[in-house]
């Protein structure tokens, strides 16, 4: 069955880069999602990213994925205190006849050290 | 973007009974979902809602316990069932918007329902 899987925390000095990863195992994974969850708030979507792409560049935002190794990351670059949250890696399968519902990862909860 | 509200923001309810949680959106859309984010725990899909038709169950989830409704394209219901303890989870409802099927479609996620089950 389909599975998503990231590390469930980081910790970064603020100002530095963040880099948060996700491995997942559908090899047929479309888009693939990174959502921001803030305390109290609903998801957010972050940025995407389509699978026959390696790259996508989004201010401080850069998604990089990897499809041989299944491997999909998260890079924020100057990591601010806003940025504290937990971030979920999420993908969408190509479908046969199912939902198209998101599989999500258990989320990575940034924490931002002063 | 869509804009998903629901109600209520958190409820306890006793062993036993049922709540109903709205979801209302202030578009029409044809794709709605149910998810379930249970205590550290990622989300997990329940059921598909399209209005006009039956909703579609993920594995390990049935009609009986998550009956849902679909009135039209604004509105959509999720009940959670005769509950237990092991119910107590954050509900949150999504919807979809997207000009083809399998094209980028955003996923935009309500404010989620806190249910607690004593």
């Known amino acids: 069955g389909e599975d998503v899987e990231q590390s469930l925390f980081l910790s970064v000095r603020e100002g530095d880069s963040s880099v948060i990863n996700c491995t997942y195992t559908?090899?047929?994974?479309?888009?693939l999602y990174w959502y921001k969850q803030e305390p109290g708030a609903g998801l957010q979507l972050l940025t995407y990213i389509f699978s026959n792409m390696d790259m996508k560049q989004d201010q401080r935002l850069t998604v990089l994925l990897n499809k041989k190794d299944k491997h999909l990351s998260l890079r924020i670059a100057d990591t601010q205190t806003g940025d504290s949250a937990i971030y979920f890696c999420?993908?969408?399968?190509?479908?046969?006849?199912?939902?198209?519902?998101?599989?999500f990862g258990k989320g990575t909860h940034l924490i931002i050290q002063p | 973007s869509a804009v998903i509200s629901q109600k209520p923001s958190r409820d306890i309810c006793q062993r036993g009974t049922s709540l109903t949680i709205q979801c209302q959106v202030d578009?029409?859309?044809?794709?709605m979902f149910w998810y379930r984010q249970q205590p550290g725990q990622s989300l997990t899909l329940i059921a598909t809602a399209n209005q006009g038709s039956e909703a579609t169950y993920e594995s390990g989830f049935v009609i009986d316990k998550f009956p849902i409704s679909r009135p039209n394209l604004t509105f959509s219901t999720l009940t959670v069932s005769n509950m237990s303890p092991e119910d107590s989870s954050i509900y949150l409802c999504?919807?979809?918007?997207?000009?083809?099927?399998?094209?980028?479609?955003?996923?935009?996620f309500g404010p989620g329902t806190r249910l607690t089950v004593l």
């Open positions: 999504s919807v979809e918007e997207g000009r083809m099927r399998h094209s980028y479609n955003e996923q935009f």
């Open positions: 999420a993908e969408l399968a190509s479908g046969g006849g199912g939902a198209d519902g998101l599989t």
């Open positions: 559908d090899s047929s994974s479309t888009y």
């Open positions: 578009s029409q859309v044809t794709m």
